[in-house]
């Protein structure tokens, strides 16, 4: 973090919200800089930093399409988030280019209010660095979150059964209103019951063909329209309508080539002929059946395999990565601090 965040009056970028810890840490080491606590090691400053002092006016903008996660580390930040030091915006990080572009518009020529952080327009035009040259460090932790593999209704995890759906964002994204209560209560978790109902049934629109799969398909573009188009709708595609709807050679190469699956032109065989796939025990158990005797690490590694590639194929995670990074050359001021972890499975 020392290296990533080095001038006290900079924008920082939080692709990932998640839980809030990286923000968190960001705002933390914004305080430690303004109070003047930053180690000393000229490696944790660039040369063309524009420290200004003790007094810090460094914010952390934070993006996230999952609703539970803008809830949760809106509380957990409430204290950066009255102060004016941290926003949040419900956006998928490959939009991150729109969302500063549309908020240095909107925005910067006149002032915000923190209350006002956590939504579209001119909310954030206070989190954009007004000289134009782009924020001073992006971090992305790729991958699914701690809070999203506990929550079994969130079907990402092959440990309880739960709802095929592996979604991101499962909801309508929240309000500024709704971030700015969620910031100020206890809070619930927010997830419809009417989100496993719907990524059981799968979604028959969404069927492909082998010809349309190449690389990704119109189906994965089409999942992605909502959060591209900043709408306000979840998308469509479940891990329910992946199992339970594609053709043996697309459900394998999301097996191989995202799940990097050695046996994945037999697992995949086996899924079709047992369709329809019920829920995340079913898809464990045929999984199961298609691996020889072994130890118990071996097949959770295959299970691992199975889930991580399903999860990529139903967020589209290969295309939004090329596409932050793609913003990344663009929002980066020279000298700045691009921060990626490794994708968690």
Known sequence: ?????????????????????????????LDELAAGNAP?????????????????????????????????????LATHLASGRWACAAADFRTLEAVLRVNHSSGSSSSSSSSDSGGGGGALGHLVPSDGLGVHGLLLDLGVSSHQLDDRKRGFSFRDDGPLDMR????????????????????????????????????KDSNIDDASFGDLGDELSASSDDADSGSSSSSSLTAATIVNTWPVSALERVLRDYGEEPRAHKMALRITEARPINGTAHLVDLVRSCLPPGPPKEKRKALTRVFQGLRIAVNDEMAALEAVLEAAAKVVRPGGDLKEKPTRT
């Open 40 to 76: 000393s090691e000229e490696a944790a400053v660039p040369a063309d930093s524009s420290l200004k002092g003790p007094k810090s006016t460094g914010k952390c903008l934070s993006l996230d399409r999952d609703p539970e996660a803008l809830a949760t580390a809106s509380r957990r």
């Open 1 to 29: 973090m020392d290296l990533l965040v080095w001038d006290p009056n900079g924008v920082y970028v939080d692709g990932t919200l998640g839980g809030g810890g990286h923000s968190l840490a960001i705002c933390e080491r």
């Open 168 to 203: 991101m964002g499962q909801q309508a994204v929240p309000s500024p209103e709704e971030l700015r209560d969620w910031a100020t209560s206890s809070g619930s978790s927010r997830t419809s019951s009417s989100d496993s109902e719907d990524c059981e049934k799968g979604n």
